[in-house]
C-alpha cells in the first residue's frame, strides 16, 4: 500500500509539474513578453519573473517531503523522451543547418 501511494504521488508530481507549471509559465511568459515595448519596460519585466519565482524556494522542499522520488521521474522520463527521439532518429535532434538541407534536397528531386 506504501509503495502504490508513493508511485501515485510520485507519477502525480512528474506528470503535474511540467503540464501546469512549467507549461502554464512559458505561456504566460510568452504572452506578457510580447506586450513589452522599451529596455526598460522588458528590464523591469525580467526582474519581476526573476522574483516571482522566489516563493518556489518554500514550495520545493514541501513537494519533496510529500513525493520525495519526484526528481528521480522527471530524469527517467527525460532520459527515456531522448532515447526514443535518438532512436526513431527524429528531427528534434537534428540541426537546422541539415534540416534545411534536407527541404532543399527534397524540392529538387520534386522540380526535376
Same mark, same amino acid.
Given at each position: 500500500? %506504501?509503495?502504490?501511494?508513493?508511485? /501515485? #504521488?510520485?507519477? /502525480?508530481?512528474?506528470? *503535474?509539474?511540467? !503540464?501546469?507549471?512549467?507549461?502554464?509559465?512559458?505561456?504566460?511568459?510568452? *504572452? *506578457? #513578453?510580447? #506586450?513589452?515595448?522599451?529596455?526598460?519596460? $522588458?528590464?523591469?519585466?525580467?526582474?519581476?519573473? %526573476?522574483?516571482? $519565482?522566489?516563493?518556489?524556494?518554500? @514550495?520545493?522542499?514541501? @513537494?519533496?517531503?510529500?513525493?520525495?522520488?519526484? !526528481?528521480?521521474?522527471?530524469? $527517467?522520463?527525460?532520459?527515456?523522451?531522448?532515447?526514443? /527521439?535518438?532512436?526513431?532518429?527524429?528531427? @528534434? @535532434?537534428? %540541426?537546422?543547418?541539415? /534540416?534545411? $538541407?534536407?527541404?532543399? *534536397?527534397?524540392?529538387? #528531386?520534386?522540380?526535376?
Amino acid at each position: 500500500r %506504501a509503495i502504490a501511494r508513493e508511485a /501515485l #504521488r510520485t507519477s /502525480l508530481v512528474t506528470s *503535474l509539474v511540467p !503540464i501546469y507549471v512549467v507549461g502554464g509559465m512559458v505561456s504566460v511568459y510568452n *504572452l *506578457l #513578453r510580447c #506586450r513589452q515595448d522599451s529596455s526598460g519596460e $522588458l528590464m523591469a519585466f525580467h526582474t519581476g519573473s %526573476a522574483m516571482a $519565482l522566489y516563493p518556489f524556494v518554500h @514550495l520545493i522542499p514541501v @513537494l519533496d517531503r510529500w513525493a520525495p522520488r519526484w !526528481i528521480g521521474g522527471h530524469v $527517467l522520463g527525460f532520459v527515456s523522451f531522448f532515447a526514443w /527521439l535518438y532512436y526513431s532518429d527524429n528531427d @528534434l @535532434l537534428k %540541426a537546422d543547418g541539415a /534540416l534545411q $538541407l534536407r527541404d532543399e *534536397l527534397a524540392r529538387k #528531386r520534386q522540380t526535376e
